[in-house]
């Protein structure tokens, strides 16, 4: 697998990232300690070089104990710390029923002491405004950045869920490695956004990149979600109604048959498909079962031609997805 190089700084990582969430977050009640750390450790033998997390992933473990996505990435990276890309985010609060934008500079010196802490190390490679703050100027936020690359704190800095008008005055006055924006075939709304970024030598990493597990054709039925907990949000997403799941069962039989020629699943094509389309894009696919880590990560060696890329982009074309996040 051919490295990719992160906007224009000098590291470089494999074409499939790994989005470490779902493990304490989102999807559920978290998923034991241990049992986390050695999915985390098993991703890195696999080949995986390229970890997301962020200071807002917690969640709670069956026994009703906190789960800290951060505390468990940087325990479990340790012994590889020097191998991997580290990312994670600031300026979001989950507050139960909404979310909190905070991204003062006091803030932010705040919350990146809280994750070098965490993490245990002294920098992070890629540090993520993870919301635009609609009372915090993008100037203000990337002279911040600035200061704590000059301090060593952070390597480069990314903004997640960006607008081009934001990314474009943030980057103005620090440069901007990456932009996390949710993509997929049935979220493709950013793709304006996509080509802001190969203008401006900015990567763009694909988060939910198999619209939360929809374009894996895995899921047919709401419950499979671990409901009991009430912490596992897809039970609520448009995509997993009965409308949603027919409509994705339309477009899987297209991604199907070209899976049937590249001997792959509808995951791995919805993954290839994207970076096949764009050469700044990088996706992070998440999953806590170790098989589905390897299956995902592989599809870095896919390669679609054109037509293949074309007849897929065709068919989305005349559909509409409801999805979790959408317009
Ligand atoms: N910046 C942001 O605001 C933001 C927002 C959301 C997510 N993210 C990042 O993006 C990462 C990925 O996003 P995501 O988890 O929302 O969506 P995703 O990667 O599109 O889908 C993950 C879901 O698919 C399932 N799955 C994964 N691989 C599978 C496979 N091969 N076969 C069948 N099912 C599979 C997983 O379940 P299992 O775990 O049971 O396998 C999980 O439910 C997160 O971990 C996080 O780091 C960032």
Redesign the pocket.
């Known amino acids: 697998m051919n490295k990719k190089r992160l906007g224009q700084t000098d590291m470089y990582v494999n074409p499939i990232g790994l ?4 493990l304490s977050h ?2 559920g009640y978290a998923t034991p300690k241990e049992e986390a750390i050695e999915v985390l450790k098993k991703a890195h033998e696999i080949g995986y070089d390229f970890y ?3 200071e807002c992933y917690t969640g709670i473990y069956e026994d009703g104990s906190i789960a800290n996505n951060e505390e468990i990435v940087g325990e479990a990276i340790k012994e590889f710390r020097n191998e991997i890309v580290l990312c994670t ?1 600031f300026g979001v609060t989950h507050m139960g029923d909404h979310l909190e934008f905070d991204s003062s500079p006091e803030k932010i010196r705040a919350s990146i002491e809280g994750s070098l802490k965490r993490l245990q190390v002294d920098c992070i490679d890629l540090y ?1 405004q ?2 635009m703050d609609p009372k915090v100027e993008p100037e203000v936020v990337a002279q911040t950045m600035k200061e704590l690359i000059e301090e060593g704190k952070i390597k480069a800095w990314g903004i ?2 960006t607008s081009e008008e934001y990314l474009r005055r943030a980057h103005a006055i620090c440069p901007v490695t990456a932009v ?1 924006n ?1 993509y ?1 075939m049935m979220a493709r709304w950013h793709e304006g956004i996509i080509e802001a970024c190969k203008e401006l030598g900015i990567t763009y990493v694909a ?7 929809a ?2 054709g ?1 899921y047919q039925d709401k419950s499979q979600f671990d409901n009991a907990s009430k912490q596992d949000f ?1 039970s609520n997403m448009p995509q997993y109604t009965e409308e949603g799941i027919k409509k994705t069962n339309e477009l899987l039989e297209v991604v199907n048959a070209i899976g049937k020629k590249h001997n792959a ?1 509808s ?1 791995q094509i919805s993954l290839a498909w994207m970076i096949n389309k764009h050469e700044n894009v990088i996706p ?6 170790i098989e ?1 880590l390897a ?2 990560f592989q599809a870095g060696s896919i390669s679609l031609s054109k037509e293949e890329i074309q007849e897929m982009d065709d068919k989305l074309n005349k559909m509409e997805f409801k999805v979790f996040g959408g317009h």
Request: charged residues 25%; proline residues 5%.
């Open positions: 989005g470490c969430m779902g989102a999807s997301d997390t962020a985010k993520y993870h919301r997640s869920e996390e949710r997929s988060f939910s990149p198999m619209a939360n597990g374009l894996t895995a897809r699943t995951a992070i696919p998440g999953s806590r079962k589905r299956s995902n």
